[in-house]
């Protein structure tokens, strides 16, 4: 019912108004999302990259139903990367995209060719692209697209989630050399029959898919803001003797800020996955419509700096 409420409330232009006035969705908004523009986008990741970490920058764009929203979506993307090239900080950036911002749900085709426009600028622009995961009826044609795209752009990223059954053998099945494979637990709401439900049957998948990633030759990108997680995940790159270099972790833009400048200064890899766009109202129901405990995830996180 929750869920369903929060769904109803992304819909609502009143709504969003209120929100967008409030003082605490004020601060929700600035603390999660680094702007509205490319430019906003441009001088966050500066400021990033400045204090030693890296960035991902995702142009938020979900919920597309037409494929000029799609074209909008792509035109964004090539237009901050060129813009991160001229700013000198394709060395420490690159994007995220998510394929139902470029259609996936009403052209398939279409979706993999504009994937294939923003891998070729990232390449030409001397960076990477990561291809987003999400729910659990996509999974396969996700999978599908990163590796047709990684037959011309090898570096191509991917998702995988622990909270799937399946993913322990998508981990097996991907983590070949070079792999760039971010690993993170899950955030939509999925059936029993696909996904695990309890927290700590999700934790266990977790830490099995790291092995696997560790213990080959993939790069492992582990997105998690889970303490336990971040120690394992520094306990088995030391039992599998890896270097610093071969692996990252990853942290949404506002949580946990002091954490990942503590994991910088410990040298290891952080990697700041960074929203923008103007769609932040619907991208933080959205966010808390897949799992409506995030609500008080959020609201404890805007109180904390740690």
Known sequence: MLRSTILAAARS??????????PISRGLVNRYIAGATTDDAVETTRQLVGDG??????????????VEQAETTRDEYIRVLEALRGAELTAAAEVSVK?????????????????EEICAAADKCGTTVTIDMEDHTVTDH?????????ETYPSTGMVLQSYLRRTEADCKEFAGPGSRVRLCKGAYSQPESVAYQSRIDIDRSYVRCMNVLMRDSAYPMLATHDPRLIEIGIDRAKWYDRDPDSFEFQMLYGIRPHEQLRLVEAGYQMRVYVPFGEQSYGYLMRRLAERPANLGFFLKSLSSKK
């Not at 232009?13 to 409030?22: G, H, I, N, Q, Y």
């Open 13 to 22: 232009s009143r709504l969003e108004k209120l929100v967008a006035t409030a």
């Open 53 to 66: 970490l890296k960035v991902t920058l995702d142009y938020l764009g979900e919920d597309t139903d037409t």
């Open 99 to 115: 394929l139902s911002a470029l259609g996936q749900r009403i052209d398939e085709p279409t979706s993999l060719r504009f994937a």
């Open 142 to 150: 996700t999978l599908d697209v990163v590796t047709k795209l990684r």
